[in-house]
């Protein structure tokens, strides 16, 4: 399975405010238990889909403000809500907005929807994984597969492949 749970990200105010969306294919592995005869998207995954969006705001704004490379780590969700049901073929968009940045943690608002109508709310909090600071535990190995994964999405996400 693939766990990239953005197709796209379609604008990146850096600092400010990111949106993005992902088209819910027909085929996608967990229908089949999620339900059969009734296939609908598990919230939680609603949710993760704000959150990695969310991860790929705070990780550029960071890069962007400090050259610092970071991979945020999910570290909380508060207020979560799950409004209106995501089926196979909808488009799930996604918008996350930054409400705080330190050195090791930020915070964003998300709200993931299906047309006009809310699917999903939630705020997130992330704590930061210095990737220049691995090295110290992990290795040169780790901190480069880090990097090399984190660029690969990157490219992916904005259409370059």
């Not at 693939?2 to 405010?17: A, E, P, S, V, W």
């Not at 919230?43 to 610092?68: F, K, P």
């Not at 939630?122 to 190995?141: C, Q, V």
């Amino acid at each position: 399975m693939r766990f990239i749970l953005i197709d796209r990200i379609d604008r990146l105010d850096l600092g400010k405010r990111a949106e993005g969306h992902k088209r819910i294919a027909p085929d996608e592995d967990y229908f089949r238990d999620h339900f059969p005869g009734y296939p609908i998207v598990p919230g939680v995954l609603v949710l993760e889909s704000l959150a990695q969006l969310g991860g790929r705001l705070v990780e550029a704004s960071v890069r962007d403000a400090t050259a610092r490379r970071v991979l945020p780590m999910l570290a909380k969700v508060e207020h979560a809500k799950f409004l209106q049901q995501v089926r196979p073929g909808d488009r799930l968009d996604l918008a996350v907005d930054l409400l705080a940045l330190t050195e090791d943690a930020a915070r964003v608002t998300g709200v993931a929807r299906v047309g006009d109508r809310k699917a999903a709310t939630a705020e997130i909090m992330y704590a930061m994984l210095d990737l220049d600071r691995i090295t110290e535990t992990s290795g040169n190995a780790q901190k480069t597969a880090l990097m090399d994964w984190s660029d690969r999405i990157w490219r992916q996400l904005r259409g370059e492949r």
